[in-house]
């Protein structure tokens, strides 16, 4: 079964800087602290679907 990619968007500016491979088997949206080129800082990303 081939992996759902989905992209990381940050929280701030809404730009979608990086893409994971999505989980089927969570239920929720994935949350990450990662840097942001943008903002130049770290900041909260979330699952884009």
Do not use: D, F, W
């Not at 081939?2 to 239920?27: E, F, H």
């Not at 840097?35 to 909260?44: G, P, S, W």
């Amino acid at each position: 079964m081939p992996q759902r990619k989905v992209a990381l968007a940050c929280t701030i500016c809404g730009s979608r800087n990086y893409t994971v491979a999505s989980n089927p088997q969570r239920t929720e949206r994935l949350e990450v602290k990662k840097y942001c080129k943008i903002c130049n800082k770290h900041t909260i990303h979330r699952e884009t679907r």
